[in-house]
């Protein structure tokens, strides 16, 4: 069971916010261009200075975001062996748009496709790929396997805030408690991908401002996130002209969970897309202490670095 406690801690991180790193291609691109996509509700985001910015979150009705996350994780665990352990993990999910009628609320439908995993503890290498079923370790079939069968639908307001959630998370478990991700997890998710706590109004470079988020989660109990952004300023990237945004901050628990940490310290950089309105790519650098298994569990230093692209957007 400690080798699920890890799995479970990773999850933890990924659907916070902690993102990933092995190299992501540089090829993979938005299929559609920004004139096709930008926002309706925003018709200037540049100012006429071309530095400041109007910042905001808009999930657009009629397109398939689709995302991939991956995420490098170090532990400082004894029960690994002097090497540790080392954890690297990819997954590929879409969120599809629709409108609802007669009103400015949004239906996003959520599911997950490609998952790859390998994890190297105590001499042991487990692997996991969802498109092969001959590299696929017993272990983390049995926890990951039900994650592509997984899907969730959201109602947003024209704000972005979630008014409802519905899913078959924990319909998808393998029985075991494995596998399936809480409709609070889910939540977690949506919003850290659409909630910064952007100004209201149009910004210039060396802003800064401050988000605050709790998240109730099933292995760690209550967690809550301080994050310091600054924007840097407008940068070019594939193209496209994007804000770039720097970050630190903190995350701290409290409850009785499986999962605990403390001494967090994140650091980070991302572009956003002020025309699409999303977080285009994002990299993630946190370390901690982290305890699994309550008072009488194991303690551990733990590094994650992590990358976030979206691929396309159709």
Same mark, same amino acid.
């Given at each position: 069971?400690?080798?699920?406690?890890?799995?479970?801690?990773?999850?933890?991180?990924?659907?916070?916010?902690? =993102?990933? +790193?092995?190299? %992501?291609?540089? /090829?993979?691109? !938005?299929?559609?261009?920004?004139?096709?996509? @930008?926002?309706? &509700?925003?018709?200037?985001?540049?100012?006429?200075?071309?530095?400041?910015?109007?910042?905001?979150?808009?999930?657009?009705?009629?397109?398939?975001?689709?995302?991939?996350?991956?995420?490098?994780?170090?532990?400082?665990?004894?029960?690994?062996?002097?090497?540790?352990?080392?954890?690297?993990?990819?997954?590929?999910?879409?969120?599809?748009?629709?409108?609802?009628?007669?009103?400015?609320?949004?239906?996003?439908?959520?599911?997950?496709?490609?998952?790859?995993?390998?994890?190297?503890?105590?001499?042991?290498?487990?692997?996991?790929?969802?498109?092969?079923?001959? =590299?696929? +370790?017993?272990? %983390?079939?049995? /926890?990951?396997? !039900?994650?592509?069968?997984?899907?969730?639908? @959201?109602?947003? &307001?024209?704000?972005?805030?979630?008014?409802?959630?519905?899913?078959?998370?924990?319909?998808?478990?393998?029985?075991?408690?494995?596998?399936?991700?809480?409709?609070?997890?889910?939540?977690?998710?949506?919003?850290?991908?659409?909630?910064?706590?952007?100004?209201?109004?149009?910004?210039?470079?060396?802003?800064?401002?401050?988000?605050?988020?709790?998240?109730?989660?099933?292995?760690?109990?209550?967690?809550?996130?301080?994050?310091?952004?600054?924007?840097?300023?407008?940068?070019?990237?594939?193209?496209?002209?994007?804000?770039?945004?720097?970050?630190?901050?903190?995350?701290?628990?409290?409850?009785?969970?499986?999962?605990?940490?403390?001494?967090?310290?994140?650091?980070?950089?991302?572009?956003? &897309?002020?025309?699409?309105?999303?977080?285009?790519?994002?990299?993630?650098?946190?370390?901690?202490?982290?305890?699994?298994?309550?008072?009488?569990?194991?303690?551990?230093?733990?590094?994650?670095?992590?990358?976030?692209?979206?691929?396309?957007?159709?």
């Amino acid at each position: 069971m400690n080798y699920y406690f890890l799995i479970v801690s990773l999850f933890c991180l990924y659907f916070t916010g902690c =993102n990933k +790193s092995s190299e %992501l291609s540089q /090829t993979e691109q !938005s299929s559609a261009s920004e004139s096709e996509i @930008a926002s309706k &509700d925003v018709d200037i985001v540049w100012g006429e200075d071309g530095n400041s910015v109007l910042l905001k979150t808009n999930w657009i009705p009629g397109k398939e975001y689709n995302f991939r996350q991956v995420t490098d994780m170090k532990m400082d665990l004894p029960l690994a062996g002097a090497e540790g352990s080392k954890t690297e993990m990819s997954i590929d999910f879409k969120i599809d748009v629709q409108s609802l009628d007669d009103s400015s609320n949004k239906k996003i439908q959520l599911g997950f496709d490609k998952v790859k995993m390998t994890m190297l503890m105590a001499g042991q290498n487990m692997v996991y790929d969802s498109e092969d079923p001959d =590299n696929q +370790s017993p272990l %983390l079939k049995t /926890t990951l396997s !039900s994650l592509s069968d997984q899907t969730y639908e @959201a109602t947003f &307001d024209e704000n972005n805030k979630i008014l409802s959630l519905e899913g078959e998370g924990e319909a998808a478990g393998n029985g075991l408690g494995m596998g399936a991700m809480s409709q609070g997890d889910v939540e977690n998710m949506l919003q850290q991908l659409g909630d910064f706590k952007f100004p209201e109004a149009m910004i210039d470079p060396d802003t800064k401002w401050q988000n605050k988020q709790n998240f109730k989660m099933q292995q760690i109990g209550e967690m809550n996130m301080t994050v310091d952004y600054t924007y840097k300023g407008p940068v070019e990237s594939d193209g496209k002209k994007l804000a770039k945004i720097t970050f630190s901050g903190k995350a701290e628990t409290s409850g009785d969970g499986l999962v605990s940490f403390k001494d967090s310290k994140m650091t980070g950089t991302m572009l956003f &897309d002020p025309k699409l309105g999303a977080l285009l790519e994002s990299e993630t650098k946190m370390d901690m202490t982290m305890s699994i298994g309550g008072e009488a569990g194991a303690e551990m230093d733990t590094a994650t670095i992590s990358k976030y692209r979206l691929i396309s957007v159709d």
